[in-house]
């Protein structure tokens, strides 16, 4: 499946483009809210299961509607667990690290920080989890997901349309890296996706990707790296990365990658 072979459905803020394996879709919600948010509807016979939550209130509202005609049979949170009040009697599906992630770890943190920067508008709760998961396959709605385990929640892989969902990739922007160490982490699973040669590769703050989109984003980590071998400090790193890159987007991304490499 090519990354831009879709149809495109517009709502009063976000979009919705479609994505038809036959079979089964893939509906990848642009939720064009402050953080760039993606959520993605998997489709088969009328079943749905979503990936990742809305997370402000009128994104829950447009895509509640949205999904009126659809029988939803669950909700993977993995990294984004606030925006509870988005279909809360839908069966919500994690593993252990991802609620203590969302709970009381780094996601939280997000999640208080969103609090204080966009206020009533950003549906701070946290999704209650009915459903903890372990690795490997889970069905929901007659579709299967294998469930990978990181170090914050889990990555998915969705056999019937050779995709993989991560938290984020972006090939034309910046993301948060928390230090080489990371980033080699980064790039060790971006060549899995290659060796694993899967169609589209999903992310939370991004449209669906491709192997060429990870190849652009291995080369941007690994010279990320050796801008902050050759940096004194965080100015000059983000100075020399933004002289490098300087179309890319996600500059808040950016900010908090100097933080890690310049603690």
């Keep these: 499946m090519n990354k831009n072979t879709f149809t495109t459905v517009k709502l009063a803020k ?25 959520v ?3 489709e088969k016979k009328g079943r749905a299961v979503l990936i990742e939550s809305p997370c402000f209130f009128d994104n829950n509202k447009e895509l509640a509607e949205y999904l009126n005609d659809a029988e939803v049979e669950g909700m993977l949170i993995a990294y984004h667990g606030a ?5 809360p009697e839908v069966p919500k599906y994690a593993t252990q690290n991802a609620v203590d992630y969302s709970a009381n770890g780094g996601g939280k943190a997000l999640i208080d920080n969103f609090t204080n920067t966009f206020g009533e508008i950003f549906d701070s709760s946290i999704h209650e989890i009915t459903n903890v998961i372990r690795e ?31 938290h984020m990739l972006g090939h034309d922007c910046h993301s948060i890296v928390a230090g080489a160490g990371h980033a080699d982490g980064i790039i060790a699973e971006l060549r899995s ?22 190849e652009t984003k291995i080369r941007y980590l690994e010279n990320l790296k050796k801008i902050a071998t050759n940096s004194t ?3 000059s790193f983000k100075a020399e990365v933004q002289k490098q890159y300087p179309a890319y987007s996600g500059q808040n991304y950016l900010d908090m990658t100097a933080g890690f490499f310049f603690a």
Aim: aromatic content about 14%; proline content about 2%.
């Design 193 to 214: 996706y290659i060796e694993n040669g899967y169609d589209l590769i999903l992310t939370s703050h991004y449209t669906p990707e491709d192997l060429k989109d990870a």
């Design 40 to 42: 993605f509807i998997v």
């Design 14 to 38: 976000g979009e919705m483009n479609i994505y038809d394996f036959g079979d089964i879709k893939l509906h990848a919600y642009k939720t064009n809210d402050f953080i760039n948010n993606e």
């Design 233 to 235: 400090d965080a100015d």
């Design 83 to 87: 925006g509870a009040t988005f279909l």
């Design 136 to 166: 490997g396959k889970v069905t929901i709605g007659g579709i299967d997901f294998i469930i990978k385990k990181t170090l914050e929640a889990f990555d998915i892989v969705i056999p019937e349309i050779n995709a993989v969902y991560t």
